[in-house]
Structure formats: structure tokens, C-alpha cells
């Protein structure tokens, strides 16, 4: 049997999964979406990625018809169905079908679309030797235009800051805000370590509200640092003694230099490998079994 896909309640094979042209999901990229991931039949975070979901639709005036319990069930019983332990979960709702305009109100059915998948492991490399950040021109989207706290199917920020990044030779870009503070990556949350205190940018410069970010901040407090949120400037990274970024799929990785300066002793930090660690042990731990 091959991979199953959920839309609107029902499973389909993989080739036949398929959307209308018409749904503004992809006319207008109108809809949000999560990315899950289960470690070992325990899907991490479930409940605040739900939450986040709601919350996303809730801000963009999308109705999600089915409630969160059964939305949790939906991705559990896609889970089973395709007997993933470890899997990568993207939750999809869309404004649905509508016509070639914008108003939404033509649209009268969000679809809902759950993919569980093999997860795709980054390069053990990454993990051991740490990544080098470039910083990139355009800015995070202007929270007062689309606050970046709404995980949106539009990324075309995100994928304008990745082409500038690669087009310079370096895989990950590192964004400002348009004032010029540091706000994130395209698609992981960045944190510094300086004289003990962990410091990662303040949600309202206009970041998404990354659920690893919480965790790390968590794990912080547990091992006993200064945990902040705060307003960071390049000058705060390049002095920084750590770094490093978190996601769903990343999870934590170091950075090990950012616009060629090199962070700390241009090695993994001490800190960071020890949250790395705790990580793993947290992905054991806090999470909805299936
Ligand atoms: N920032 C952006 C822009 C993202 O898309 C993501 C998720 N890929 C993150 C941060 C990290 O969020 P999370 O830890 O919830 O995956």
C-alpha cells in the first residue's frame, strides 16, 4: 500500500491527491498550514501545533469546520493508516474553491489536507560542524501588513530571503525586520548565548512564534540560564558567544558563522550541544502517542 493522504475526511493514494485550480489556497495562497513531526509513534508538540493552527485561521477569518479534538484524531488516524513511527506531518487548511477573484466569501469550504510522510533527516554534518548564515536584503513581512505569527501558505518572503541566500553561495538567510533588528530564518527561529543568558527576538518585531523556540526556551530555564526575549541587532550576533537556530524539521542546529564572522570558537557551543541534548529528551517525552 502507498502513502494515504487525508483531504476532507477522506484518504487518498498519493497520485490522486489533488486540489481545484480554483482553491484560493493556490490562486491566492489563501489558507495555513503546520509542520509536525512524530518521533517514535509520539507526535511532538501536537496540542500547540493545533493551537497554532487555529490560531493562524482564526487571524486570517478562516472557519476550520472540524473541531481540534477531531483534528488531532484526523492526523493521529493518518498516522496509523500509513504506519509511519517517525514522520513529518503537514496540516493544510485552505480558503477552498472559489472563482478567479479574491472575496473569500465565495469560497464556502476550507479544505483540510493532512500528509504524513518519511521525515528527511538533514546531513549529520550540519549537526557536528554547525552552519554558516548569511544575512540577506529583504526584510521579514511587516507585521502591521501579515504578521509573520500567521504560519501562511503565502512564503514568498521566506523563499525571496532563501534565493538571495543561495545566490551568494550560502544555504540558510538570516532576516531582519524592516528596522533593521534580527528576526529569523526562513523557516527556523534563531537564538544567542551571551554571558550565560539565552536570548532569542521578541515575538512582536514580527517572527513566527516558533513551537521549538518555546522549547529551547523551556529546556533553558530547566538547565539554569537567564532565558530573554529581546531586541537583537547584527553587532549582538557577532559578539554572541553561541548561536543557533530552531524548527520543527531542523530542530536544533549551531551556527557557527554569520556574515563570515565567526561566532564564539567557530565550534558547536558548550551550551547548545547540552540543549541539543536535552532536545532529544524531550522528543521521548512530550508528545500525543498513537
Ligand atoms: N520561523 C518560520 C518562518 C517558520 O516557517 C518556522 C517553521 N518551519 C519556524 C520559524 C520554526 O517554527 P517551529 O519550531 O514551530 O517549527
Redesign the pocket.
Known sequence: MGLKVYINGEYFDKKDAKISVFDHGLLYGDGVFE?IRSYNRLVFKLEE?IQRLYESAHGIMLDIAISRKDMIKAVIDTLNLNKLDDAYIRLIVTRGIGDLGLDPRKCKDAAIIIITDKIQLYPEKLYKEGLRLITVPTPRNIPEALN?QI?SLNYLN?ILAKIEAINVGYEEALMFTASGYVA??????IFIIKDGSLITPSSYLG??K????GVAMDIGKKIGLEVKEDVLTRHNLFTADECFL????AEIVPVVSIEKRIIGNGKPGKITLALMREFKESTKRDGVKY
Open positions: 509542520g501545533h509573520p504560519k521566506n529569523e530564518c526562513t523557516g527556523d527561529n517572527i513566527l516558533g513551537i521549538t523556540r530552531t524548527g520543527t524539521a
